[in-house]
């Protein structure tokens, strides 16, 4: 019976990394193509490690265009927007999970519900609401309309759910409020959740394209991906430099999941995304 656990243990290893050799292939591609001259990107059969490195690939991108100014941009942006949903999120998921009002079961799955709307279907009313208030061309735009996440509340709703009610009512008896209770006994407990929820935050707010490609029309308010389709619009046949770009902005996110790593599988191992 061991042996048959070994075995199979060993194949699903072997079957994962496969997998991750696979998906990391596209990632080795930009590396080594960002180290070549133009004509050389797209040599067939590829050349994985390039005959002479062009290390100035990477010191001509931030000359083309204000690729400082759009990489400074996003970080405001994203940095803002998850601070925001962590703490809104982590506080609604609290009321949701531990605090008895009428009708919060209905409130949830209604709230929750509005995931499976498409941003299609409300993107143009939504747009004349920012253009009424006259936030069209501002980073508060996207700021205000990001500041909440359903999908935040759901999944820090889970962790919650998963703590023993009686540690908050003990605490109670202590004579902690609430807001007592969510900060000094809550908070800590869910460590893991609000780590995943950083790292979802995070990525998606630093890819965003559409929302910044809706609501920002000026250059220097531009995020990093308004950028890299700017860069690839005026020099489409650069390919070179286009990768060198594409693996800069890549960097605060790889450094972001490395750092939050330990909690976020921790979080997906605990979290029961399940009722």
């Known amino acids: 019976m061991k042996t048959k656990q070994i075995i199979s243990k060993g194949l699903i290893y072997v079957l994962l990394i496969i997998i991750s050799m696979i998906a990391v292939i596209p990632f080795l591609w930009m590396l080594s193509a960002s180290l070549k001259l133009n004509k ?14 062009v290390w100035s690939n990477y010191v001509t991108i931030w000359k083309k265009i204000p690729l400082l100014t759009f990489i400074l941009n996003t970080w405001k942006l994203t940095v803002i927007v998850t601070a925001l949903q ?42 004349l609401m920012v ?20 999908f935040g509340v759901f999944l820090m709703r889970q962790f919650y759910i998963n703590i023993p009610r009686e540690l908050s009512e003990s605490a109670k008896v202590d ?45 220097g308010k531009k995020t990093i991906q308004l950028g890299l389709r700017l860069f690839i619009t005026q020099f489409s046949a650069d390919y070179s430099s286009i990768m060198a770009a594409a693996l800069v902005t890549l960097i605060p996110v790889i450094i972001v999941f490395l750092s939050l790593q330990k909690y976020f599988v921790e979080g997906v191992a605990t979290s029961g995304i399940k009722g």
Not at 187 to 203: E, R
């Open 175 to 219: 004579g902690l409020g609430e807001f007592g209770i969510f900060s000094r006994i809550m908070l800590p407990l869910v460590k893991p959740g609000m780590a995943t929820l950083v790292i979802f935050t995070f990525v998606t707010i630093w890819n965003d394209f559409m929302g910044p490609l809706i609501y920002i029309n000026s250059t």
């Open 86 to 127: 962590l703490i809104t999120s982590c506080l609604a998921a609290y009321a949701f999970a531990k605090i008895e009002f009428k009708g919060r079961d209905f409130l949830f799955i209604f709230y929750v519900s509005t995931i499976a709307v498409p941003w299609q279907v409300y993107m143009i009313p939504q747009y």
């Open 131 to 150: 253009q009424k208030f006259g936030l069209v061309d501002t980073h508060l735009s996207l700021i205000i309309l990001q500041a909440f996440s359903a």
């Open 40 to 53: 050389d990107v797209f040599t067939y059969p590829i050349q994985w490690i390039p005959q002479q490195f």
